[in-house]
């Protein structure tokens, strides 16, 4: 079963490498294949949230106290469905709508502190000198690149004198830094690459 | 009210939701707005039954219809209905589940995802041969951060490895701080507009 286990594998992976001398029917068979087992393992994930957070607080407690407000998800999701209706149809909007309103709040509550407040509050107690010391003005180096990035993103003023050349700050280390996330995305991209490579050669076919 | 009422709700939900945040409102706070994000894990859990339920619509009507390549639909549906069957009668540690996810959806995530090295290296060429300023300093931090990451780069100097970890402590994360921050103003601002019903694109711009 092993054997044929790396077999599989070996052709599932040699299928999706055939896509790049062109669009073949065997790429296109590992597509399906992928996308529905992708899809099956969402819906397994997707019937385990239900039964854990709504299902079972409310019908299967054990020792628990029963949860009665676990009947509004429940309901709200079954709503959803009401979208394959014809006329009905708008009432799919309602739990939609509730998604989306505790989603939003919960976007801002989420950026409010991690993404807004700690990142500002990050740079402004940095030292300015003699930490990240490279070359020693590395905090300089670091505060003029978050301010000359958000110089860069100001629209509400013509960009002309000082803010101009914040902007010019701002442009010049993002092209650094997007280079190096570059970089980083070509690196991880290649070692997945020589992972592939290297199961095709080592384990498929015993050459390495 | 077929406008109305969703737009209410998401009102009402995201308010709640959101000044919960600030001030605990006494029994509210407990016993309703304590319990939403449980519930919208519920309601997109339903969401995303719904996909696949749109997927197997789809894929059915191909097979009914013996559309071109009606065996790909086949395949997908026998392969989702394995994979989501299997583990909800007999768990994810059995060995029919682990066999097919360690055979087949291990190396076909992971082929799908190395194909993008051939896809980045064609877009970085198309990308650096823009001669501008700009292009060659992006080419040049990319090229230490590659060289700095792998021992050939060790070999040929040996501050590549410094000077990679440097790039990125100070500019990369610079950059990508000051994006951040403007990201999430902006996210706040798309956020309110949406609780307030100013924007109501996610009900199909209606």
Same mark, same amino acid.
């Given at each position: 079963?092993?054997t ?7 052709l599932?992976?040699l ?6 001398l062109?669009?073949?029917p065997?790429?296109?068979t ?7 087992m ?16 709504a ?13 009665w407000?676990m ?9 959803l469905y009401?979208r394959?209706?014809?006329k ?10 509730f ?7 919960l ?5 409010i502190g ?14 300015l000198?003699?930490?990240?010391s490279?070359?020693?003005?590395d ?20 960009q002309k004198g ?6 010019s700050?701002?442009k ?19 070692s ?16 390495l | 009210m077929?406008?109305?009422l ?11 939701f ?7 409102i ?14 919208a894990?519920v309601? &997109? @859990?339903?969401?995303?039954? #719904? $996909? *696949? ?10 097979i ?5 390549e009606w ?15 299997v ?8 060995a029919?589940y682990e066999?097919?996810f ?22 970085a060429?198309?990308?650096?041969r ?10 040049? &931090? @990319?090229?230490?951060?590659? #060289? $700095? *990451?792998?021992p ?6 040996k ?13 990369t ?14 996210a706040?601002v798309t956020?309110?507009r949406?609780?307030?019903g100013?924007?109501?694109s996610y009900?199909?711009?209606?």
């Open positions: 079963m092993e044929l286990g790396i077999w599989i594998g070996a599932c992976t299928a999706i490498f055939s896509y790049l062109r669009e073949n065997f790429f296109r590992a597509e399906h294949l992928f996308i529905g992708a899809a099956g393992i969402g819906i397994f994930y997707g019937y385990q949230s239900i039964v854990t957070n299902w079972n607080p409310l019908f299967n407690p054990g020792d628990e106290p029963r949860q407000f009947i509004v998800p429940l309901v709200l999701g079954v709503l009401t394959f209706l014809k009905g149809k708008w009432i799919s909007r309602i739990p939609l709508g998604m989306v309103g505790v989603g939003s709040a976007a801002i509550r989420g950026v991690a993404s807004f407040m700690n990142q500002i509050t990050a740079t402004m107690s940095l030292p000198w003699g930490v990240m490279k070359f020693g003005i905090s300089l180096l670091f505060i003029l690149g978050v301010l000359g990035t958000l110089i860069y993103f100001y629209f509400s003023r013509e000082p803010l101009k050349v914040g902007a700050i701002g010049w280390v993002m092209m650094i830094a997007f280079g190096a996330s570059f970089g980083n995305t070509v690196m991880a991209r290649m997945l690459l020589v992972g592939r490579i290297y199961y095709l050669l080592g384990e498929w076919l015993a050459i | 077929r406008r109305e969703p737009i209410a709700i998401t009102f009402v939900s995201g308010i709640l959101l000044l919960d945040y600030f001030v605990k006494p029994y509210l706070s407990e016993y309703v707005v304590g319990h939403f994000l449980d519930w894990i309601v &997109a @859990a339903f969401a995303l039954l #719904l $996909g *696949a339920a749109n997927l197997l619509r789809i894929h059915v009507q191909r009914v219809k013996g559309k071109k065996w790909n639909s086949l395949i997908l549906l026998v392969a989702m209905f394995v994979m989501a069957i583990p909800i009668i007999w768990t994810q540690q059995n029919v066999y097919l360690k055979h087949f959806f291990e190396h076909l995530n992971g082929t799908m995802f190395s194909l993008l090295a051939f896809y980045i290296a064609s877009a060429y198309r990308a650096f823009i001669r501008t300023k700009e292009a060659t300093v992006l080419l040049i &931090a @990319a090229v230490v951060v590659m #060289l $700095g *990451a792998t050939i780069g060790a070999a040929i100097w501050g590549f490895p410094q000077y990679s970890d440097w790039l990125q402590t100070v500019f994360t610079a950059g990508m701080r000051g994006i951040m921050i403007g990201a999430s103003l902006g706040m956020a309110l949406i609780i307030f100013i924007d109501r009900f199909g711009g209606q």
